[in-house]
């Protein structure tokens, strides 16, 4: 069997036209730094290493990818040439066949970089690059052609003449180089252009020119190899990626009504049937079950929905959603709360770090925040936990079958009791016992003829 490549990963750019205090690679694209997506599918070509090559931000680089990579500091990043130079002494014997690859290109997919490396493999070059002709090709490196159509070299748009700039087909940035080859190329590279920079694209002229073979393969589908150098090319990566996803989940069986008003991040689940309306952004790591019907414009972060939930319009963040549960509109379920099968959230009403039971129900204007409520029981509208001192939460309990008065204050810590009743308007400060009606409030005055007793006294206007 072949020897698997060694991969190498650039990623030690600051990414100027991103202007941002964060490296380029780790802008996310639908929930994901662009590097860590890069890195997903270059483990899934199980590469003999993974070398990564870090310098800007080098140390939030480490910390947001993590520990399982070689990670290769370029101190000064004098260009692509010059960082792919910093990993020639970590290289080992069986290091023979490198996959170089710019850290800014997370569309590419596991099959394009397979059917690349078979290409390689099959030609027996010295070195193979992706190209491309997207629509645009400013920006790009212009890959220069003899008159035969082989690939004499790569020049840089800064670098380019007028008729070079006229060149549709450019560089991708993914590369692979016999390693022996590349390293002497590599000697001879100056920094002499616009930039300043050592350019890899250089080494490929310079390849060619002492006689070796250098193979282009052309992509058919450019958005795969699209560079991220700015915020607008980000926001073109989100849309392709956004579009991956949303084909991918209605391959899946499940509906998008409108997918391009639909975000879904890279590693929410849904199951068959669910119905998505438009608006609606899933998020992290939630898991939406079977026949759902979600939106319009809900945000459902890091929560676990069962089956047959409808929610409408609501914000839901680290969640358990029962089946049968209904939420919204308006809702705002906050972390530790967990909505039991059919149970009924309604209309602007927050629940946080609340276990709402079976068969419950919080139609109306409501906050729960810390109680634990039973099954069956009905909370009247504004109804609402004191649940904080001031310095520190506390518990409302509520048993199975309970029925809430309408505007019913909970002064934590506070039970009410089965099948207890409060009084609409109550401050609720001590325990209810079960079946019993708990109520708090002043009787009732009503002043006889107030009102033409006021007009009097205002000179007769009403
Ligand atoms: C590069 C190519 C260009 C190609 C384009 C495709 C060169 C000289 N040009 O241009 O031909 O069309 O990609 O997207 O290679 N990096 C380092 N150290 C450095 C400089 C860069 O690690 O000193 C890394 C960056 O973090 C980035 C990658 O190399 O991930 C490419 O650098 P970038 O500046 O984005 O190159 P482009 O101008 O896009
Ligand atoms: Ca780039």
Request: net charge negative; with cysteine.
């Amino acid at each position: 069997m072949e020897n698997p490549l060694s991969v190498i990963v650039l990623a030690a750019g600051e990414g100027v036209r991103m202007r941002s205090g964060l490296p380029k690679v780790l802008h996310r694209l639908c929930g994901k730094p662009m590097l860590r997506i890069l890195l997903d599918t270059l483990e899934g070509l199980s590469p003999r290493r993974l070398l990564l090559v870090i310098g800007h931000g080098a140390d939030m680089v480490k910390e947001t990818i993590g520990p399982g990579y070689e990670y290769i500091l370029q101190e000064e990043q004098l260009g692509t040439g010059h960082a792919v130079m910093v990993t020639e002494k970590f290289l080992e014997p069986d290091d023979v066949n490198l996959l170089i690859m710019a850290g800014d290109v997370p569309l590419v997919t596991k099959d394009t970089l397979e059917g690349f490396t078979r290409f390689f493999l099959e030609k027996r070059g010295d070195a193979a690059l992706i190209t491309m002709e997207p629509e645009d090709p400013s920006g790009y490196g212009r890959i220069l052609r003899d008159s035969s159509g082989e690939v004499r070299g790569i020049v840089e748009e800064e670098d380019a003449s007028r008729e070079e700039i006229a060149i549709k087909e450019v560089n991708a940035s993914i590369y692979i180089f016999r390693r022996e080859a590349l390293f002497r190329c590599l000697r001879h590279i100056g920094r002499d252009n616009r930039k300043g920079e050592y350019y890899l694209t250089d080494a490929i002229r310079e390849l060619v020119k002492g006689g070796g073979k250098v193979l282009a393969w052309k992509s058919t589908d450019p958005t795969e190899v699209l560079g991220i150098n700015s915020r607008d090319q980000l926001a073109e990566a989100v849309r392709i990626m956004q579009k991956r996803i949303n084909q991918h989940w209605m391959s899946q069986g499940v509906t998008i009504v409108d997918p391009r008003q639909t975000y879904i991040e890279m590693d929410v689940q849904i199951e068959r049937d669910t119905i998505i309306h438009p608006f609606t952004f899933l998020k992290g790591s939630t898991k939406i079950g079977e026949a759902c019907e979600i939106g319009p414009f809900c945000r459902i972060q890091n929560s676990i929905l069962g089956k047959d939930v409808v929610v409408e319009e609501s914000v839901i963040r680290e969640c358990v959603i029962d089946e049968g549960a209904r939420i919204g509109p308006y809702a705002s379920l906050r972390p530790g709360t967990h909505v039991s099968s059919r149970a009924k959230v309604g209309t602007f009403v927050e629940l946080k770090n609340t276990q709402l039971g079976r068969g419950s129900k919080v139609p109306h204007l409501s906050y729960m925040g810390d109680a634990l409520i039973g099954e069956d029981v009905n909370i009247g509208a504004g109804s609402i936990t004191c649940n904080y001192d001031g310095v520190s939460k506390h518990q409302t309990v509520i048993e199975d079958e309970a029925f809430i008065g309408s505007d019913t204050m909970f002064i934590a810590p506070v039970r009410i009791g089965k099948g207890a009743v409060t009084g609409a308007g109550s401050a609720i400060t001590k325990d209810v016992p079960p079946e019993s009606l708990g109520v708090e409030r002043a009787e009732q005055r009503n002043i006889k003829d107030w009102r033409k007793r006021r007009s009097g006294e205002q000179g007769g206007k009403r």
